[in-house]
């Protein structure tokens, strides 16, 4: 991309001066030559020949000369952007959500499993220079798309989390959910690695402490942010389903284990969020997103392209067809 430029653009206030040059060689022009005084009166187009008609053009060659040479000292130039690298140190995100029954509890609009992925989406869209990962888990745990930077991908397989018939006793695994994802992240050559971790619930569920597990992810250098998703007291819950397969809802207690959850962030260095809105959910991810930012340094390589000989050589001109004229065709005339 070319751009163009002055190295010392103060210079073009001089142009400023043409005008002022001019007004005062249009005063002064009558006592540079001499005068012929005639008795005897004589037609204006006899008296004036061809040769003084075009010696004020002199005067306008020597000043485009010099508007020549005020340009070239101005150094006009032009720049092109050129071997441009640019390297991102981005950050490896894995999130980790509960999809057991409860997260179709309607505190939440549609329902809580819905909310999480329409912000996450947007989480996602906003991170385009760091790879994410996906795992969803309820009594067990599995990963639906590993580390990776095609975003496309990510978002596909978010779209596609449903709660697919988990027994609604299946439980709440959180430390089996936080194993697999720190399995996603354990290998991965970035600074900065981080898990999102989400629930609804209690561990209840699976063979690995969560505790054991935070702890695990501290070796490895992973920060952990947990939210806990639901309204405080109560809200409806599915129990069942009808003859027809929908869901029958009940309004129940919401338990969340924030303790565990705020240790779990508190020995990774992370932090615990509670979300129990839509709109809180949705200020968590954009905390977590300003906290988390990716390092981008660019190098740039500018070419410049300097201008200003033309303008030289056209000052040049004039002042050389000033100068010959001056000393041939106009050399001495009445």
Known sequence: MMNSTWTYPAFLW?????PIIVVGYMQFKNEQYPTLKISQWVSKPELISW???????LFVLRMLALAGL?????????????????????????????VSGSMMATDLKPNRLEAVKNVAANFIKNRPNDRIGLVVYAGESYTRT?????????????????????????????????????????ESPTKSKVIIL???????????????????????????????VGTNGIANFPIAKDAAG??????????????????????????????????????????????????????????????YRPWVLVALFFLLAEFVLNRTVFKSFI
């Open 146 to 186: 590993p580390v990776t930077s095609d975003k496309l991908m990510v978002l596909q397989s978010l779209a596609e989390v449903q709660y697919n018939g988990f027994a609604l006793q299946d439980g709440t695994a959180i430390g089996l959910g936080l194993a697999t994802a720190i399995n996603r992240l354990k």
């Open 70 to 98: 005020i340009v070239a000292l101005a150094r006009p130039r032009s720049a092109e952007k050129s071997n441009f690298s640019s390297f991102k140190n981005g950050i490896d995100i894995v999130i980790a959500s509960d």
């Open 246 to 307: 929908n869901l029958v809802f009940q309004p129940q207690k919401v338990e969340i284990d924030e303790s565990l959850m705020k240790q779990i962030a508190a020995i990774t260095k992370g932090k615990y969020f509670r979300a129990n809105s839509n709109e809180k959910l949705e200020a968590i991810y954009k905390e977590i997103d300003a906290l988390e930012k990716s390092i981008i340094k660019e190098e740039k390589h500018i070419q410049f392209d300097e201008n």
């Open 198 to 228: 989400l629930t609804d619930g209690v561990n209840n569920a699976g063979s690995l402490d969560p505790i054991t597990a935070a702890e695990i992810a501290k070796e490895y250098g992973i920060k952990v942010y947990t939210i806990g």
């Open 14 to 18: 001089l142009l400023l001066l043409l």
């Open 51 to 57: 040769k003084a008609r075009l010696r004020p053009y």
